[in-house]
């Protein structure tokens, strides 16, 4: 006699119904392929501590592209890597239509209209105090970022871009820029708001490829506490209410509370963004022999989707594709 009704190791006793009980699965769709890009020609940099990520002139990034999209990837969000030259206390390079990141944004819409071209909104890149926002006697000054961002919005919407993506974490902003995208006649351009960003030490591989690192102090005064959840719902609601298209949270692996809390809540799409230190913790141990990397790599982005994230910004997007083309 059987004393045993559930018997859930049924469901799972051959590949075919484990596929056919499978709840989740990642796609090519799902993807948001972040680059860096760089000024000169036919030059390609290696992140150092992302192997395989590198900073692209602008040829080499629409041959990248052009790769990825034969691949399937269709979205991509674009960083620049600027040196010290161009950088000052308001960001004057973000709004300057004949410097590198405009003018490459335009060709790469030029020359690829179908590719989903993301950008992103924050000082840091051109900041030479290294923050997001408009630093005054060591403060991070909320509202007069807030101009300075919704002209660096405008200038990137005039390249024909489709989402903005503002990662600067100032109160108000997506907003602000809703509106001054609405009145400059970009009612069409989406804002994917960084909308749970927290103060992670797993940015640091990206602020070694941007060179974008705060020259003081940290980002603690404007990035959120990873101690909290609440205050995520809080920012949810606000970006919700200024009408945001999408809700990120960022970092993802640690934040997968986050992603699922923000995705039981609100009824727009979460986007997970798995940074930069996720991705290099992955390779290093890899790289020793100590964990399987593509497996791994498979199962990290299998846990955002399962937490509710339909949209992923990852650095894996490429490789992922190249090793699960059919
Ligand atoms: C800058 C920005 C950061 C990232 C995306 N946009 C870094 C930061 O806030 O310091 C991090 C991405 C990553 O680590 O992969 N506003």
């Given at each position: 006699?059987?004393i045993?009704t559930?018997?859930?190791?049924?469901?799972?006793?051959?590949?075919?119904?484990?596929?056919?009980?499978?709840?989740?699965?990642?796609?090519?769709n799902?993807?948001?392929?972040?680059l860096f890009?760089?000024?000169?020609?036919?030059?390609?940099?290696?992140?150092k501590?992302?192997?395989?990520?590198?900073?692209?002139?602008?040829?080499?990034?629409?041959?990248?592209?052009?790769?990825?999209?034969?691949?399937?990837?269709?979205?991509?969000?674009?960083?620049?890597?600027?040196?010290d030259?161009?950088?000052?206390?308001?960001?004057?390079?973000s709004?300057?239509?004949?410097g590198?990141?405009?003018?490459?944004l335009?060709?790469?819409?030029?020359?690829?209209?179908?590719?989903?071209?993301?950008t992103?909104v924050?000082?840091?890149?051109?900041?030479?105090?290294?923050?997001?926002?408009?630093?005054?006697?060591g403060?991070?000054?909320?509202?007069?970022?807030l101009?300075?961002?919704?002209?660096?919005?405008?200038?990137?919407?005039?390249?024909?871009?489709?989402?903005?993506?503002?990662?600067?974490?100032?109160?108000g902003?997506?907003?602000?820029?809703?509106?001054?995208?609405?009145?400059?006649?970009?009612?069409?351009?989406?804002?994917?708001?960084?909308?749970?960003?927290?103060?992670?030490?797993?940015?640091?591989?990206?602020?070694?490829?941007?060179?974008?690192?705060?020259?003081?102090?940290?980002?603690?005064?404007y990035?959120?506490?990873?101690?909290?959840?609440k205050e995520?719902?809080?920012?949810?609601?606000l970006?919700?209410?200024?009408?945001?298209?999408?809700?990120?949270?960022?970092?993802?692996?640690?934040?997968?509370?986050?992603?699922?809390?923000?995705?039981?809540?609100?009824?727009?799409?979460?986007?997970?963004?798995?940074v930069?230190?996720?991705?290099?913790?992955?390779?290093?141990?890899?790289?020793?022999?100590?964990?399987?990397?593509?497996?791994?790599?498979?199962?990290?982005?299998?846990?955002?989707?399962?937490?509710?994230?339909?949209?992923?910004?990852?650095?894996?997007?490429?490789?992922?594709?190249?090793?699960?083309?059919?």
């Amino acid at each position: 006699m059987n004393i045993l009704t559930h018997r859930p190791r049924r469901n799972r006793k051959s590949s075919a119904i484990r596929n056919l009980v499978q709840e989740n699965e990642v796609t090519v769709n799902d993807f948001i392929f972040p680059l860096f890009l760089i000024d000169g020609k036919n030059k390609k940099t290696e992140v150092k501590s992302m192997p395989g990520i590198f900073r692209l002139s602008t040829d080499l990034m629409l041959k990248e592209i052009e790769s990825c999209l034969k691949l399937g990837i269709t979205t991509f969000d674009i960083f620049p890597s600027l040196t010290d030259k161009f950088k000052d206390k308001t960001a004057t390079e973000s709004t300057n239509k004949n410097g590198l990141y405009l003018k490459t944004l335009t060709l790469i819409k030029k020359k690829f209209p179908e590719a989903c071209i993301m950008t992103d909104v924050a000082m840091d890149p051109y900041s030479s105090d290294g923050h997001d926002g408009l630093v005054r006697n060591g403060e991070i000054v909320n509202d007069e970022t807030l101009d300075i961002l919704a002209k660096m919005a405008i200038a990137q919407a005039e390249c024909g871009i489709d989402i903005i993506g503002p990662s600067d974490m100032m109160d108000g902003r997506v907003g602000f820029i809703r509106n001054a995208l609405d009145d400059a006649g970009f009612s069409n351009v989406s804002i994917m708001s960084y909308t749970a960003k927290y103060a992670s030490a797993f940015y640091g591989p990206f602020r070694d490829a941007l060179d974008s690192a705060p020259k003081f102090g940290d980002k603690k005064t404007y990035q959120m506490n990873p101690a909290n959840s609440k205050e995520a719902i809080l920012e949810a609601q606000l970006d919700f209410e200024e009408g945001a298209d999408f809700l990120m949270v960022k970092p993802a692996l640690s934040y997968l509370d986050i992603i699922k809390d923000l995705n039981t809540h609100f009824s727009l799409p979460i986007a997970a963004y798995n940074v930069s230190g996720e991705y290099a913790m992955v390779k290093a141990a890899a790289a020793k022999g100590w964990i399987d990397g593509d497996r791994v790599r498979d199962e990290i982005l299998l846990s955002m989707k399962r937490a509710g994230a339909s949209i992923i910004l990852t650095y894996f997007a490429k490789e992922w594709a190249l090793k699960h083309k059919n």
